[in-house]
């Protein structure tokens, strides 16, 4: 009981310390506001040019990165527990290079915007989620080949995004932007068709707590409590494409947060996912918004992309990972 109350302490403080930075990237940039003037501006109606710089710039910036970590968190974390293996993500295995994949070539018909890029890069996501895990149950491979794979499977990938950049120079400005990650020319019109398949994805997740949890515990154990492991299976594969695939489409190739925030979100509350999988999302949220406050202010008035300020956090933490386990393993 006084752990359960712990994890929900834990979950509330995340919330909180959600919003107080949602609430700091409304306010400071190039232009910075009051809590009065925010107010005002978001449920007073008041129209000035900080009132245009907050609703149209900021707010949609503010909501891309919590949904984007939000989302890219959860991927991880169910990713990690269908694999079993502790240091999957989705910018790792291909699954994000697969969204990037199907946005480079809906750019590359002149398709910037809407439900179509949403639905390209889940379409990739899924294809390269579906390839690995086939990969996986057809070798019998072991954790650490599954992740070598992954990572060549990602280049793979990302080789086909470039070549159709080599062959549209046009769209080479705009996919720079892309492969980098960030937020900075972010609209309602990218960002409220993939909100809506994140929510989705969300809602059916967060339904599925207990079969996630006797999928994480191998085959033999799910199939002799009677349930039906590779429906499952497939399904979360789905879920995880689509949430990483939707934030792609619309936040470009952020890496690592789909392995960051489940590592550490682990240490606090375990495996169980009801517990695991809101707190991801809450932290993953966060971590994501107040990188991108961070990289936005850092060198004022120039802007760091985010993309980068992930890759300098995320790149030693997996090599601090990769040392410490050996293909999901702990060593001995």
Not at 11 to 21: P, R
Not at 215 to 227: F, I, K, N, P, R
Not at 265 to 287: H, I, K, T
Request: glycine share 10%; hydrophobic share 55%.
């Amino acid at each position: 009981m006084n752990k359960n109350r712990t994890i929900v302490w834990l979950i509330a403080g995340a919330l909180v310390a959600c919003f107080l930075i949602a609430i700091c990237s409304l306010c400071f940039g190039t232009v910075n506001v009051s809590i009065t003037q925010l107010w005002e501006i978001l449920f007073q109606g008041e129209r000035t040019v900080s009132a245009n710089i907050i609703l149209y710039a900021r707010a949609p910036r503010t909501l891309a990165c919590l949904f984007a970590g939000a989302a890219l968190s959860l991927s991880g974390a169910i990713l990690q527990n269908v694999l079993s293996n502790k240091l999957a993500s989705p910018s790792i295995i291909g699954v994000n290079a697969g969204a990037g994949l199907g946005v480079t070539i809906c750019c590359a018909f002149g398709i910037l915007a809407g439900i179509k890029v949403s639905l390209a890069a889940f379409v990739g996501s899924l294809l390269a989620v579906s390839v690995l895990s086939l990969f996986a149950s057809r070798t019998n491979a072991s954790k650490t080949t599954v992740i070598l794979g992954g990572v060549a499977f990602n280049s793979i990938l990302n080789a086909f995004s470039e070549s159709i950049v080599a062959l549209q120079p046009a769209i080479a400005a705009l996919n720079a932007d892309f492969r980098i990650g960030g937020f900075a020319s972010i609209s309602y019109a990218r960002l409220l068709p993939a909100m809506g398949m994140i929510a989705l994805a969300v809602l059916i997740l967060f339904t599925l707590f207990n079969e996630l949890d006797v999928v994480a515990l191998g085959d033999e154990t799910a199939q002799s409590v009677g349930l039906r492991v590779k429906r499952y299976r497939v399904l979360f594969l789905i879920l995880a494409a689509l949430l990483a695939g939707s934030a792609v489409s619309f936040s470009g190739l952020l890496g690592f947060v789909g392995l960051i925030v489940p590592h550490f979100v682990r240490r606090l509350v375990g495996n169980e996912a009801r517990y695991l999988l809101p707190l991801c999302a809450c932290v993953g949220a966060g971590f994501v918004c107040l990188c991108d406050l961070i990289a936005r202010l850092i060198f004022q008035p120039y802007e760091l992309p985010v993309g980068i300020l992930m890759a300098l956090i995320g790149g030693p933490v997996f090599a601090m990972l990769l040392i410490r386990y050996k293909g999901g393993h702990r060593h001995a």
